[in-house]
């Protein structure tokens, strides 16, 4: 499994942490937002959500693990782009029904707000969890079913109620594309990964 990891500016002291938390697991991680290095674009919520549905949409990862302050503004930016599922994970709870119910590519944490004593902990926990199972087995079992069908209605939904991604991009403003793309981790993963190239 691919996972980009993007923070923002509000966030981007807590990007070890999560990178760290991340250590234990079976994935590739790409640490693609803000790493507080000092030499960054500037990235908000704004462009980090924008960074997420490109980063899905083109198939250059599999999951993205964001956030910002109260994980609210990601969730809210993420979401405005197809074949985003994304959910706010406060807890290994969270994350495991997320997993299990949801089967969602997207991760929105809180990262400022009650990020506080032990939340080292408490990351290393949700990441436990969100990989603990396969994705999309439901729960409880007897609602599998249900949830799966629920789950490509959505997609459904989704493909119907937005442009292409194409559009999309041709739509938004220049300099939020090329705010994006001037952050040289994210450009180097859409140039390298991704299975769906986009004109930008």
């Given at each position: 499994m691919r996972i980009a990891v993007i923070n923002e500016v509000s966030s981007q002291d807590k990007n070890e942490k999560v990178i760290k938390a991340l250590?234990?697991?079976?994935?590739?991680?790409?640490?693609?937002?803000m790493t507080g290095a000092g030499n960054e674009p500037e990235l908000t919520y704004i462009h980090t959500g924008l960074m997420a549905g490109i980063a899905l949409n083109?198939?250059?990862v599999d999951l993205v693990i964001g956030g910002c302050g109260t994980g609210q503004g990601f969730l809210i930016s993420a979401m405005q782009y197809p074949?985003?599922?994304c959910g706010l994970i406060l807890d290994s709870l969270d994350a495991w029904l997320f997993s299990q119910i949801n089967g969602g590519n997207c991760?929105?944490?809180a990262l400022n707000k009650g990020f506080g004593w032990a939340a080292?902990?408490?990351?290393?926990?949700?990441f436990e969890k969100l990989f603990a199972d396969p994705m999309g087995r439901g729960y409880p079992p007897h609602r599998a079913e249900s949830q799966q069908a629920s789950r490509m209605k959505l997609k459904e939904v989704s493909a119907g109620t937005h442009k292409d991604f194409q559009e999309i991009l041709k739509e938004i403003d220049p300099a939020l594309i090329k705010q994006v793309f001037s952050h040289k981790p994210f450009k180097e993963l859409i140039e390298n990964y991704a299975t769906v190239?986009?004109?930008?």
């Open positions: 250590e234990p697991f079976p994935v590739q991680v790409f640490n693609v937002g083109s198939g250059a074949q985003v599922y991760v929105s944490l080292d902990i408490n990351l290393s926990y949700i190239k986009f004109i930008y």
